[in-house]
């Protein structure tokens, strides 16, 4: 046996038909009417509530974004000695990460355990050696993917500049780590 819907007072019906008012109705779903004003006629009138009006609303408050890591531009903040000491390859890598011969999930969790690791060592310089792609002309696929994986939220937070470790080598990526100040 089918259970029969509880009629709305007439009080909610009214709201839900001015809420109604609002809202553009679905193709084929019909609007219901206004409740018939069926109001006693009385000696003062009823004291009308006022709907509440909202409140602006605030915008939420977000954590201020880092510009995306650019292969060798100067990121906002970096001195130019220690920018022209990383360009040229006087910060050594402490740390190596060769991705050939991995697949792109490998290769994936490969440099977030290196970032992460050499973060929590305190490195300040790591290399990933991503090569050149085996396609002709072109562009392999993790040498294409590693700059995104580093602009990646969880990594950009540890980055403060990449750039190629030498102009003629475009297969590998120096990597210049935040310092961790406690």
Same mark, same amino acid.
């Given at each position: ?10 009080? #909610? ?12 109705? *679905? ?24 709907? @509440? ?9 977000? @954590? ?10 100067? @990121?906002?903040? *970096? ?13 050594? @890598? ?24 050499? !973060? ?5 310089? !790591?290399?990933? !050696? ?21 602009? #990646? ?21 120096? !990597? *210049? ?6």
């Amino acid at each position: 046996m089918a259970r029969r819907a509880k009629p709305l007072p007439a009080a #909610d019906l009214e709201v839900w038909t001015r809420y109604l008012r609002h809202v553009r109705p *679905l193709r084929g779903v019909r609007v219901p009417e206004a409740p018939p004003a069926n109001k006693p006629a009385s000696a003062r009138p009823e004291p009308t509530i006022a709907a @509440p009006t909202p409140a602006p609303a605030l915008a939420p408050v977000l @954590p201020p974004r880092r510009p995306a890591v650019a292969i060798g531009v100067a @990121p906002p903040g *970096l001195d130019r000695a220690t920018w022209t000491k990383f360009r040229a390859g006087r910060i050594a @890598p402490e740390r190596t990460l060769d991705l050939h011969g991995m697949t792109t999930a490998a290769a994936h969790v490969a440099v977030s355990a290196l970032i992460a690791g050499a !973060v929590s060592r305190g490195m300040r310089c !790591v290399e990933i !050696v991503t090569g050149h792609g085996r396609r002709a002309g072109g562009e392999g696929v993790l040498r294409r993917e590693v700059p995104f994986w580093l602009n #990646d939220g969880a990594l950009r937070s540890h980055i403060l500049a990449v750039c190629h470790p030498h102009a003629a080598n475009q297969g590998a990526l120096r !990597v *210049l780590l935040r310092r961790v100040r406690p």
